[in-house]
């Protein structure tokens, strides 16, 4: 059974950092395409980031919102995305998913993704 996990949220002052993890098991992710999502209270889940990978190597996808600061990357060996998030703002405040699919259609669009953690709480104080 595929499970991701994540891992890392906390609460942070504004202009902290915090670096999250998303640990997948149940098969290789390696040629997955992973993103983060993330959900505010009374919003829709939006994109963050997404990392795609093929032999030239991986790319990457960023939320205008998040751009500069937030940062994509997986280790394949550990099976493992992170997300590094630096100058953080209080608007960063949500709950952040994992998702991977084997081929999104789309990599910006939540629904394009089979597979999903449970989330993890970033809170960002002012």
């Known amino acids: 059974q595929v499970q991701l996990q994540e891992s890392g949220g906390g609460l942070v002052q504004a202009g902290g950092s915090l670096r999250l993890s998303c640990a997948a098991s149940?098969?290789?992710?390696?040629?997955?395409?992973m993103a983060w999502f993330r959900q505010a209270p009374g919003k829709e889940r939006e994109f963050v980031a997404g990392?795609?990978?093929?032999?030239?190597?991986?790319?990457?996808y960023y939320a205008d919102s998040v751009k500069g600061r937030f940062t994509i990357s997986r280790d394949i060996a550990k099976n493992t995305v992170y997300l590094q998030m630096n100058s953080l703002k209080p608007e960063d405040t949500a709950v952040y998913y994992c998702?991977?699919?084997?081929?999104?259609?789309?990599?910006?669009?939540?629904?394009?993704?089979?597979?999903w953690g449970q989330g993890t709480q970033v809170t960002v104080s002012s």
């Open positions: 990392i795609t990978w093929s032999g030239r190597g991986s790319s990457t």
């Open positions: 149940g098969r290789t992710f390696s040629s997955y395409a």
């Open positions: 998702a991977g699919d084997p081929l999104p259609p789309n990599i910006r669009s939540a629904g394009a993704y089979d597979y």
